[in-house]
């Protein structure tokens, strides 16, 4: 009876020992040089949680996950903004992971059976893909040529959906299952079935699949590339555009709403990155502020607010100001063909060595008019030192960061230049002074 007692208390020691092992996810990132610090996060339907973090010493790094980590989608944070840097990896809490990350050739895994496999299946249905594209692009109608290449998908998936069998990465393997037609298809006909099918195998509850980029790199393409004729996929008409938007929307309304948020400012992101202004505020206006309202999300409101209003070609936001006892507007100055505006601060030392370089050199640009706004504790100091610039218009926002004009221009840092043109309208956003100069040689005639 003793013996058999010690045997059960071992047994389910090592099941416990089991359960809660503690792995690594271990690698190199160059150059070198560029890395410092890697995080760990978890990912979940509508939020990342932290994991861990490790320094990233001659461009290797070490992190132990905790034992307690659940099998999921993990990012890995190795820059600012984080959401601009990152890797997502699968995580089971039965392997060590190991990978290569560089700039020109993004991550390779030298161990992790789970992220090996599915990377293998998106590079190989990519490739396929790709084929097939450029089959219709050169105006191919050869149908056994593109059976070929149908055929070669089919027997891709069923191949991997087996190498996966028992992995986490079985489940999004199975929800990336393409569109198989029996015959060849001319494209329009192809892209409206693929459309149609889209979203058939996409488990849209599952919490895996909606913690990982994979949904979100569903949503984008269904988006932007199933009716764009090649090879041009951003350039889609506009109600094409919309009308899969609008299927988005209707298919993603019974997943979380924060995860609605993420997806759609995500569609939003990709319409103003490719100066789709009138699709993205189609986004925002139709979806994206009643999601990100209902999940409580001001920031990201006031975000895309600011983006949306300083758009170069929008009429910049109004500034008004008093100069003894006058009341004076942005909107009201008319004596220059070219304004620029000139966010800065008296206690800004930045500001304080280039606002006077550029003060001297608009003397070579009289049809230039400089409204310099400075943004300030106090007013003695700017009192001060405006002196120094008597041909400036001179506006105060007082509150510093916190004021009314930083938060409606959204300033980040001074000095921040708007290069308007005679309507107000913004012409430029130069990030540098180097860049201002540049454009004044070509907007700023003498």
């Known amino acids: 009876m003793t013996n058999c007692r010690v045997t059960t208390f071992l047994v389910l020691l090592l099941c416990l020992q089991g359960a809660y092992a503690q792995h690594t996810i271990t690698g190199h990132l160059a150059p070198k040089a560029d890395f410092k610090w890697i995080i760990a996060y978890e990912l979940?339907?509508?939020?990342?949680?932290?994991?861990?973090?490790?320094?990233?010493?001659?461009?290797?790094?070490?992190?132990?996950?905790?034992?307690?980590?659940?099998?999921?989608?993990?990012?890995?944070?190795?820059?600012?903004?984080?959401?601009?840097?990152?890797?997502?990896?699968?995580?089971?809490?039965?392997?060590?992971?190991?990978?290569?990350?560089?700039?020109?050739?993004?991550?390779?895994?030298?161990?992790?059976?789970?992220?090996?496999?599915?990377?293998?299946?998106?590079?190989?249905?990519?490739?396929?893909?790709?084929?097939?594209?450029?089959?219709?692009?050169?105006?191919?109608?050869?149908?056994?040529?593109?059976?070929?290449?149908?055929?070669?998908?089919?027997?891709?998936?069923?191949?991997?959906?087996?190498?996966?069998?028992?992995?986490?990465?079985?489940?999004?393997?199975?929800?990336?299952?393409?569109?198989?037609?029996?015959?060849?298809?001319?494209?329009g006909e192809y892209m409206a079935n693929s459309k149609a099918h889209f979203y058939e195998h996409v488990p849209m509850e599952e919490p895996l699949v909606q913690a990982s980029g994979f949904l979100t790199d569903k949503v984008i393409a269904h988006t932007f590339t199933t009716m764009a004729p090649p090879p041009n996929p951003l350039k889609s008409a506009p109600d094409a555009l919309m009308a899969n938007v609008d299927d988005a929307a209707q298919r993603l309304k019974a997943t979380p709403v924060a995860l609605q948020t993420h997806l759609f400012h995500e569609?939003?992101?990709?319409?103003?990155?490719?100066?789709?202004?009138?699709l993205a505020d189609y986004i925002f206006n139709t979806y994206l502020s009643q999601m990100a309202l209902t999940a409580g999300n001001k920031a990201l409101l006031e975000e895309i607010g600011a983006i949306t209003r300083l758009r170069v070609g929008q009429r910049a936001p109004e500034i008004e100001w008093e100069e003894q006892g006058l009341k004076k507007s942005l909107s009201a100055m008319d004596a220059s063909e070219t304004y620029l505006l000139v966010f800065w601060s008296s206690t800004c030392s930045h500001c304080l060595q280039e606002v006077p370089l550029l003060y001297d050199v608009l003397q070579d640009h009289p049809k230039v008019q400089v409204l310099a706004i400075g943004l300030e504790d106090n007013l003695e100091n700017w009192q001060r030192t405006i002196a120094q610039f008597p041909n400036f218009e001179h506006?105060?926002?007082?509150d510093k960061w916190e004021s009314e004009y930083a938060k409606t221009y959204a300033i980040q840092k001074t000095p921040t230049y708007f290069l308007l043109d005679d309507d107000k309208h913004i012409l430029a956003k130069p990030d540098t002074y180097g860049e201002l100069l540049q454009l004044l040689g070509e907007k700023g005639p003498k």
């Not at 569609?267 to 009138?278: D, I, Y």
């Not at 506006?395 to 007082?398: D, F, H, P, Q, V």
């Open 395 to 398: 506006a105060i926002s007082l």
């Open 44 to 187: 979940t339907p509508t939020a990342q949680r932290y994991v861990a973090d490790a320094k990233v010493i001659e461009g290797d790094f070490l992190l132990t996950m905790p034992a307690n980590a659940v099998p999921g989608i993990y990012r890995l944070v190795y820059g600012v903004p984080q959401d601009e840097f990152y890797v997502d990896v699968l995580y089971s809490g039965k392997e060590d992971l190991e990978f290569d990350f560089s700039w020109e050739n993004g991550i390779s895994f030298t161990a992790s059976k789970e992220n090996n496999v599915y990377n293998a299946y998106l590079q190989a249905m990519a490739h396929v893909d790709a084929k097939i594209l450029d089959f219709y692009r050169n105006n191919l109608t050869d149908a056994s040529r593109f059976l070929t290449w149908i055929q070669q998908k089919d027997s891709l998936q069923n191949s991997y959906e087996s190498r996966a069998e028992g992995l986490m990465a079985a489940t999004l393997i199975e929800a990336g299952t393409p569109y198989l037609p029996q015959a060849y298809e001319p494209f």
């Open 267 to 278: 569609l939003w992101k990709v319409a103003q990155r490719s100066e789709q202004f009138g």
